[in-house]
C-alpha cells in the first residue's frame, strides 16, 4: 500500500472505470491507502549520484542523519528511478533496524497484494521506529508515525470499510500524535514536512480533515528534496482539479527526474483529465517505455489507462472500450 501517497496516488484512474469491476468501489478506496504507502513510506529522495555524502540523507543539505545506505539507495530507486525491481534488490541487505526500509519493503508488499508481508513490515517500521527515537527522536517519531499509517493500510486491505474504521481513525490518531512530537523537535525539517505534507493532502483531498492548501503550502515551502515536493504538490492539484498548476509541477520534477516513469505516468493522467487525449498518448507510451522495472498491477494499470485514452481518441463506445482494454488488467 502507498501510504505514500497521497491517494492523490499518481496510480489511480484518470480514465473512470465504471462498471468494469464490481469490486471497483472498495479498490479505489484501497488505491488511496497505495500511494501512501510508497511515498509516506519514505518520502524523500535525493538526485541519483555515484558520490554519496558522508552521511547517507537524501532529506537534508545542512545537518543530515545517519540513514542507511542500502535504504538510501532503494529510495532513490523508487522513487527518483522508478525502478522497484532495483528497490526490492537492494532492500535484501538494508539494515533491519532502519525503519525506512521496512517502509519501503511494506508498500512493495501492498503493490503485490501480499498481505501477510505488509503486516509484518508495517509492523516492523513501528518498532524499529520506537527504538530509533531513544537516537533521534527526529526521525523516530516521523516513521513511527508511517508505521502506523501503513498499519491502518494493511487493515483496510483485509477488512470491509465499515469494519476497518475504528482501526484507521485509532491509528490517524496515533501518527498525528508522532508527527507532532516530531515537530517539537525540528518543525521545518523538510524530511518531516514531506511526510506530514503528503499525509495531510491525502487527508484533505479524500476526507474532510484538513485544507489542502495548507498542506500545498507545507509541500511548497518546507518539504524536500525539492523534486519529490513538487510531485506531491501535482498530485494535489490533479486531484482538485486545478490542472495548469499541476502540470507545472509535473514539469518541475521531470526536470531533475527524467527517466522516472512515474512522473510521465502522472502527467499523462492530468492531460486526460483536461480531455487532452491525443497528447497524453505520448507519455502513456514514455511510462510503458519502462515497464520491466514496474509492479506488474501499476504496468498494468497504465497500460489499460493508455488504451482507454487512445479509444477515446478513436471514438470508441464505453461498452467496446473497455471490452478492449479490460484484459490489461489481467497481464501477468
Not at 4 to 30: D, E, H, I, K, Y
Not at 265 to 285: G, N, P, T
Amino acid at each position: 500500500m502507498s501510504i505514500a501517497a497521497v491517494l492523490l496516488s499518481p496510480w489511480s484512474g484518470s480514465v473512470r472505470r465504471s462498471g468494469s469491476n464490481p469490486r471497483s468501489q472498495r479498490s479505489a478506496g484501497r488505491q488511496r491507502w497505495r500511494s501512501l504507502g510508497a511515498l509516506a513510506g519514505g518520502l524523500a529522495i535525493a538526485l541519483h549520484s555515484l558520490a554519496l555524502p558522508a552521511l547517507a540523507d537524501p532529506f537534508r543539505t545542512v545537518s543530515p542523519r545517519n540513514i542507511d545506505r542500502n535504504a538510501e539507495a532503494a529510495f532513490l530507486a523508487m522513487f527518483a528511478e522508478g525502478d522497484y525491481v532495483q528497490a526490492a534488490k537492494l532492500l535484501e541487505d538494508a539494515s533491519r533496524n532502519e525503519p525506512l526500509a521496512h517502509a519501503l519493503a511494506a508498500s512493495l508488499a501492498y503493490l503485490d497484494q501480499d498481505w501477510d508481508t505488509l503486516r509484518d513490515r508495517a509492523s516492523l517500521t513501528r518498532r524499529s521506529a520506537e527504538r530509533l527515537i531513544q537516537r533521534d527522536p527526529l526521525r523516530g517519531n516521523i516513521y513511527l508515525a508511517v508505521g502506523h499509517f501503513l498499519e491502518g493500510g494493511y487493515t483496510l486491505s483485509t477488512q470491509s470499510t465499515v469494519a476497518a474504521t475504528p482501526t484507521i481513525i485509532r491509528e490517524l490518531q496515533r501518527a498525528f500524535s508522532a508527527l507532532g512530537e516530531a515537530e517539537k523537535v525540528a518543525p521545518d525539517d523538510p524530511e518531516l514536512n514531506l511526510v506530514k505534507g503528503y499525509i495531510e493532502l491525502f487527508l484533505a483531498t479524500n476526507l474532510p480533515f484538513s485544507s489542502p492548501e495548507q498542506a500545498l503550502e507545507k509541500l511548497q515551502t518546507y518539504a524536500g528534496p525539492e523534486y519529490l515536493a513538487q510531485r506531491g504538490i501535482a498530485i494535489g492539484y490533479r486531484d482538485l482539479e486545478q490542472f495548469d498548476p499541476a502540470l507545472a509541477a509535473v514539469d518541475q520534477a521531470l526536470a531533475e527526474t527524467p527517466n522516472n516513469p512515474d512522473l510521465y505516468y502522472l502527467k499523462a493522467q492530468i492531460l486526460v483529465r483536461q480531455e487532452k487525449h491525443r497528447e497524453s498518448l505520448d507519455f502513456f507510451k514514455l511510462a510503458l517505455e519502462k515497464e520491466a522495472q514496474l509492479p506488474q498491477r501499476l504496468a498494468n494499470q497504465i497500460a489499460w489507462e493508455e488504451c482507454r485514452a487512445q479509444g477515446v481518441v478513436e471514438g470508441l463506445r464505453d461498452g467496446v472500450s473497455r471490452q478492449r482494454c479490460n484484459p490489461l488488467l489481467r497481464r501477468r
